[in-house]
């Protein structure tokens, strides 16, 4: 399971935002388990210490962030120690390992180690040596990695501030890792006790998980901070236990009341947000699509045009729909992929299959996503090379999934699939964005394949219509065809 969905399972398992901090600090420790002697002891208290904390905590917390450098400090024994902390801490809550690391020429075989060895989920890193340097980490498809980007040491502010407080690095490093990779593999790390910072993060990154450090400080306001830091979906923000709650003789109960602290709060977010004030200030449905955000911003960036336009067919409809251009958008290109990965994910196939030009960006992106092969058709054979008429490799018999865009009357899809069969390939499912509708899945299921639609032009047209994006005239547009 990739990342992602294991810190989302945990959050939804456990209803919390929680994560905690495994430090085998001996200045950290507990006075109860005092006098710690020689190093060999002092490790073992240590190691009580962490599987009070685990076990405490396993039904509550959404990840654990072990800190390599307090394991570090404890020579051979640490790395022991290290390797007993990974092995108790439960499958099913991710591990982020908190190493910022930020040597380039170590991190091939550092993200090695880490990934495939000591099997960690995510680690932090320093963005200073820039994407060189996180690359080697981000090949790992079903690992993350978080970028720091601020943290809340006074003297940082020189850096972190530079030039100017209105337009400061730490965001420039927000805006820069944001290109490095998708949410689901890339969050930040940000260290504040400021509403104010963590705005201005969340502004800039409405999309990235924020692993939220040092903001327990004496007069912080968890409510101000949370509001701030929270995404839209009162989710995305990482809190960590504090720490002095840690060596508490009741942290369980201690984690419960802040859990409901920290729920009361997202469930006030989440409220708020179905007023549709906070995201949609122009918009507000008594029945809301459920991908009412997607349509409208698809509609927005020009996905759905107006005029006279001739299709492919011959025909002439009153609009068109172009689909190319999400790949101009990654938020919404990441949202497509998100809404085809969730139909995918229910299908049986060995290899996806874009249909050119249009949907091959669609069916990369999900063959990187669901780290399954991709393939396409050509549409025209090439006079020279290999003239191969499927790109990619592929054994005859495999199953393969269709990718495309939109069915306007299925051929371009139905043409595709016929010459993946032909080489030897079964093709039982042709999974589209956008259904024209008008009888093309069952032309389609008379041909032997079962067409899915994540979303059909009427939903689309309805949801527009209702949001007041388009007029009456451009609504019947639609069904004149
Ligand atoms: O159901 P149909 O009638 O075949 O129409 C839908 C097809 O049309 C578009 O591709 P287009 O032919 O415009 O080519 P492109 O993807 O190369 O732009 C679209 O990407 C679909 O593949
Ligand atoms: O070829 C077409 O008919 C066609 C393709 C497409 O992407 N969108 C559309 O409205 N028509």
């Not at 340097?133 to 978080?146: G, I, N, Q, S």
Request: hydrophobic share 40%.
């Amino acid at each position: 399971m990739n990342f992602f969905d294991k810190l989302n399972g945990a959050i939804a398992r456990n209803q919390s935002l929680l994560f905690v901090g495994l430090d085998p600090n001996v200045e950290m420790l507990p006075s109860r388990y005092y006098p710690p002697g020689d190093i060999d002891s002092i490790t073992n208290i240590l190691w009580d210490w962490l599987q009070v904390i685990i076990s405490q905590t396993a039904d509550q917390v959404c990840a654990y962030k072990p800190t390599l450098g307090f394991y570090q400090a404890l020579g051979i024994h640490g790395l022991e120690l290290l390797q007993l902390t990974l092995a108790a801490i439960p499958a099913d809550i991710p591990i982020i390992l908190d190493a910022k690391h930020s040597d380039i020429n170590t991190s091939t075989i550092f993200a090695k180690t880490v990934f495939e060895q000591w099997q960690v989920d995510a680690i932090t890193v320093s963005p200073y040596a820039g994407q060189d340097h996180v690359a080697p980490f981000l090949v790992y498809p079903d690992k993350a990695v978080f970028v720091l980007c601020r943290t809340s040491n006074p003297a940082a502010i020189a850096l972190q501030e530079y030039p100017t407080t209105e337009s400061p690095l730490y965001l420039q490093v927000v805006k820069e890792a944001k290109n490095w990779a998708t949410p689901e593999q890339l969050g930040l790390e940000v260290g504040t006790t400021s509403p104010e910072v963590l705005a201005r993060i969340r502004e800039v990154a409405p999309e990235r998980v924020i692993l939220a450090r040092s903001i327990w400080s004496e007069g912080s306001n968890l409510s101000n901070i949370l509001t701030a830091g929270l995404n839209v979906n009162g989710d995305g923000l990482l809190i960590p236990v504090p720490q002095d709650m840690l060596g508490s003789d009741n942290l369980s109960e201690q984690i419960q009341s802040l859990n409901q602290e920290i729920n009361q709060t997202r469930n006030k977010i989440i409220e708020d947000a179905s007023t549709c004030s906070v995201w949609l200030p122009n918009v507000c449905l008594v029945n809301q699509h459920p991908y009412l955000d997607l349509i409208l911003q698809l509609y927005d960036i020009g996905c759905i045009m107006f005029g006279e336009f001739v299709q492919a067919s011959g025909a002439t409809f009153p609009y068109y729909i172009d689909l190319r251009k999400i790949i101009s958008n990654p938020q919404i290109f990441h949202q497509i992929l998100n809404a085809y990965a969730d139909v995918l994910k229910d299908l049986k196939f060995d290899r996806i299959a874009g249909i050119p030009y249009g949907s091959l960006p669609t069916a990369t992106g999900l063959s990187l996503r669901l780290n399954r092969p991709m393939i396409f058709p050509r549409k025209e054979v090439k006079a020279h090379g290999s003239r191969r008429v499927i790109e990619g490799n592929f054994e005859p018999g495999e199953t393969v999934v269709v990718v495309d865009d939109i069915l306007i009357s299925g051929k371009s899809a139905m043409e595709g699939a016929e010459k993946l069969k032909s080489a030897g390939l079964k093709v039982n499912d042709i999974v589209v964005f956008m259904d024209h509708e008008q009888g093309v899945k069952d032309r389609l299921r008379a041909n032997g394949y079962r067409a899915i639609a994540i979303l059909t032009i009427s939903e689309i047209t309805q949801t527009l219509y209702e949001a007041g994006r388009i007029n009456e005239e451009q609504y019947r547009a639609f069904d004149e065809v």
